[in-house]
């Protein structure tokens, strides 16, 4: 079993910056991808950023330049540090694991606002 633990949400003023953070743990392969996806009320679920073991990243053209995707693979950690935040960026914030089998975490709020 896999389980993924969220956290560092909350709520920042725009201009802002978080960092999120996501641990996980059970039985963990060397080679995987893990992720960031996020879900604002009404919306679809739709990716963020995400990196695979060999430190290749991916980002949505939405948060290229304000976002950036990091991992600890010997703590089996991935990072999201999230900078210039907007309003746009509200959302809940969900982690992931593909290995291949697709793995998510609870997700974590995120809400931008003055």
């Known amino acids: 079993q896999v389980q993924l633990v969220e956290s560092g949400g909350g709520l920042v003023q725009p201009g802002g910056s978080l960092r999120l953070s996501c641990a996980a743990s059970?039985?963990?392969?060397?080679?995987?991808?893990m992720g960031w996806y996020r879900q604002a009320p009404g919306k679809e679920r739709e990716l963020v950023a995400i990196?695979?073991?060999?430190?290749?990243?991916n980002y949505a053209d939405s948060v290229k330049g304000r976002f950036t995707i990091s991992r600890d693979n010997a703590k089996n950690t991935v990072y999201l540090q999230m900078n210039s935040l907007k309003p746009e960026d509200t959302a809940v914030y969900y982690c992931?694991?593909?290995?291949?089998?697709?793995?998510w975490g609870q997700g974590t709020q995120v809400t931008v606002s003055s």
């Open positions: 992931s694991l593909k290995q291949p089998s697709d793995y």
């Open positions: 059970g039985s963990i392969r060397s080679i995987n991808v």
């Open positions: 990196i695979y073991s060999s430190g290749r990243t």
